[in-house]
Nanobody
Framework: VQLVESGGDLVQPGGSLRLSCAASGFAISSYDMSWHRQDLGEEREWVAVIYSGGGSTNYADSLKGRFTISRDNAKNTVYLQMNGLKPDDTGVYSC?????????WGQGTQVTVSS
């Protein structure tokens, strides 16, 4: 079982990035998939979730309208589209797969928003 994030980069304020989280060893369609982030010296923060089954989504209030989570079950991959990036969005972004009896985390990908 593995989750591998990619797509993190250094980007200027106002820019966009799309993060990917590729899963192996299990089918993401059966899991609630979420993104979380953590900056140095800060606690980890929940960003967004996409639920198994119908694929409904939810976001941290401060990020609504700028971030979009999506899922491609055929590719077994979850995405996080981030627009209008701000310096406060800097951090390590990790994905999580969760269902009853199972909870998996990836290692994360670094996003730095700076001019």
């Amino acid at each position: 079982v593995q989750l591998v994030e990619s797509g993190g980069d250094l980007v200027q304020p106002g820019g966009s990035l799309r993060l990917s989280c590729a899963a192996s060893g299990f089918a993401i369609s059966s899991y609630d998939m979420s993104w979380h982030r953590q900056d140095l010296g800060e606690e980890r923060e929940w960003v967004a979730v996409i639920y198994s089954g119908g694929g409904s989504t939810n976001y941290a209030d401060s990020l609504k309208g700028r971030f979009t989570i999506s899922r491609d079950n055929a590719k077994n991959t979850v995405y996080l589209q981030m627009n209008g990036l701000k310096p406060d969005d800097t951090g390590v972004y990790s994905c999580r797969a969760r269902r009853l009896g199972a909870d998996y985390w990836g290692q994360g990908t670094q996003v730095t928003v700076s001019s």
